[in-house]
């Protein structure tokens, strides 16, 4: 059985053909990122006829990449959200129009999910139950993960997402959008020793984040320097490692909490090198482990979508109507358990 997965849900065209005797047979993926660099954050509207212009050739570059033929479809996965509600009506069109001719159930796939089971395409794929750490650009999260679709959130950014804190950063740096990856290399050239910004929240005895005085902090630090070019490489690495270390705490305190030593990371900046190794060692330390997606799938892309998609149509959680509903807010733990 083989099912076809379409993401939208920002600023990425994703798409990929799950098998569920094979894995993930083949994707293929139409970043915006240069689109909307110039604008400094992504434009809702932009991306929204972007994913228009893009999602149909990719469909057919996956299935002809595959050997796959249309009536080899046994569903069609799709990111209802949450996410821009333009990007996401594009992919769940699209998804809707293929299922009703093909005449094979559609699946609405929650984004934050997809992250979360990424790790699953991998060749060591993690056990159920576990703790998750979701970091993207819109979300800091920890969740219990007794079974795919059952998850209680242990704590979440009180401010800005990981990733926000990122890009924010990266920007009072002068780097592009979105600065992550940018700030990462940059991180690597600087002393750790230069400043010592704070680690918030870790007094407070819950899993909760924030970020924002961390943001504040490097601001700070930015205009208390004559010249930024000079400071730079620093303060990006002082920042990174207040990050390492507030995920690394708040992690240990997720899994003492939870009594379970299984640690998946996932979303965008789960791609980030000192972030992934950082949590290897402590999981390794604590006689766990710590699973990840290939740094590819770590951010937006069709594999997770098809992967989650697959795992919902087995358990029959199908969309059998023809309304067109997208869900740009959608809280994780409203999901039904699988
Ligand atoms: O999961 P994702 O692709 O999109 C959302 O669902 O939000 O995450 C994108 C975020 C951006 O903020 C981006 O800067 C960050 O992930 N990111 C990184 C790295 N790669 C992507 N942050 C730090 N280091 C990276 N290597
Ligand atoms: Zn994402």
Known sequence: MRILGIESSCDETGVAIYD????????????????????????????????????????NKVLNDSDTKMSDLCA???????GLIGALMVGA???????????????????????LLAPMLEDNPPSFPFVALLVSGGHTMLIKV???????????????????????????LGLAYPGGPALEKMAQKGDPKAYHFPRPMLD????????????????????QTGNIDEHKYNIARCFSDAVVDTLKAKCTRALDMSG?????????????????????????????????????F????????????????????VQDNLE?????????????AL
């Open 76 to 82: 069609i996965a799709y990111t209802r959200g949450p």
């Open 204 to 223: 407070r005895p819950n899993c909760d984040f924030s970020f924002a005085g961390l943001k504040t902090a490097v601001l700070n630090a930015t205009m």
């Open 93 to 115: 069109m699209a998804a809707r129009s293929l299922a009703y001719a093909l005449d094979i159930p559609a699946v609405g796939v929650h984004h934050m999910e997809g992250h």
């Open 298 to 317: 770590c951010t937006d892309n069709g594999a997770m979508i098809a992967l989650a998609g697959m795992l919902r149509f087995k358990a029959g959680d």
């Open 324 to 336: 067109l509903d997208v869900v740009p807010r959608w809280p994780l733990t409203e999901l039904k």
């Open 260 to 296: 379970l030593n299984r640690l998946v990371v996932a979303g965008g900046v789960s791609a980030n090198i000192a972030i992934r190794n950082a949590l290897d060692e402590m999981m390794q330390k604590r006689g766990g482990e710590a699973f990840f997606a290939r740094r590819e």
């Open 146 to 172: 007794m079974q795919p679709g059952l998850y209680e959130l242990l704590g979440q950014s009180v401010d800005d997402a990981a990733g926000e804190a990122f890009d924010k950063t990266a920007k009072l």
């Open 20 to 59: 569920d005797a094979q894995g993930l047979v083949s994707h293929a993926l139409h970043s915006q990122i240069a689109m909307h660099a110039e604008y400094g954050g992504v434009v809702p509207e932009l991306a929204s006829r972007d994913h228009i212009k893009r999602v149909i050739p990719l469909v």
